[in-house]
């Protein structure tokens, strides 16, 4: 079975400033897809990033982007310039080829302090 | 883009009531749905995997019974949560798949806060 390890659970950056969020998983598949939700106060789950295994280019959107690291299967989140609203917490989630469901690491807790 | 709309939003109740929870995938059709559970602070935990048509798949652990799932149609699932106690207050989180998109994320619905009396 697929594991998400999130080692962090809890961080904080200054505004404008850049943080790192850290990702591992544990699989024997070689194609797979990785994402990272954010789930603010208001507990609404929003896609923020994914990443197909066989690409070996990182995600990138906007402040958003991914460091994937294929063979050490890592997978962590870089903000750049972060901005208040960016408090939330973060999940890092593993997609099988065959199991059809997500399997969510267990969530870092961002504060984005002015 | 895909929306999930989850309904109610809110639902504050006595105990031994029976509660339903709907999903609907809006402008897709999703043959799988998820059906979460999460406490404060905490991760989402899979709870059951409704399937259009046919019984849905709970996880270890999860009462059948407890928790009714049905999915009717491709675009709707409902959650039912029978006999409600305080042990079961709780956020509840639908999430969906576009048909035949196995790659793609899942979208989520905004979720149930659910508060037994």
């Known amino acids: 079975a697929q594991t998400v390890t999130q080692s962090q659970p809890e961080m904080s950056v200054q505004e404008a400033e850049t943080v790192t969020l850290s990702c591992t998983y544990d699989?024997?598949?070689?194609?797979?897809?990785l994402f990272w939700y954010k789930q603010p106060p208001s507990r609404q789950m929003i896609l923020v990033i994914r990443q197909e295994a066989y690409k070996q280019q990182n995600a990138t959107e906007n402040r958003f982007s991914v460091n994937f690291q294929k063979a050490a299967k890592s997978f962590s989140l870089k903000i750049s310039d972060s901005q208040l609203g960016d408090t939330a917490m973060y999940f890092c989630?593993?997609?099988?080829?065959?199991?059809?469901?997500?399997?969510f690491g267990d969530g870092t807790t961002l504060t984005v302090k002015p | 883009g895909a929306v999930v709309s989850q309904h109610p939003s809110r639902v504050i109740c006595k105990s031994g009531t029976s509660v339903k929870i709907e999903c609907r995938s809006l402008d897709f059709q999703a043959t799988t749905m998820f059906w979460y559970r999460q406490f404060p602070k905490q991760s989402l935990m899979l709870m059951a995997t409704s399937n259009e048509g046919s019984k849905a798949t709970y996880e270890q652990g999860v009462e059948k019974d407890k928790f009714l799932i049905n999915h009717a149609s491709l675009t709707l699932s409902t959650l039912t949560v029978t006999s409600a106690h305080p042990e079961d207050s709780s956020f509840y989180i639908c999430?969906?798949?576009?048909?035949?998109?196995?790659?793609?994320?899942?979208?989520f619905g905004d979720g149930t806060r659910l508060s037994i009396l």
């Open positions: 999430s969906a798949r576009d048909r035949g998109t196995h790659n793609q994320p899942q979208h």
């Open positions: 699989t024997s598949e070689n194609n797979y897809y």
């Open positions: 989630a593993f997609l099988g080829t065959n199991a059809g469901k997500s399997t």
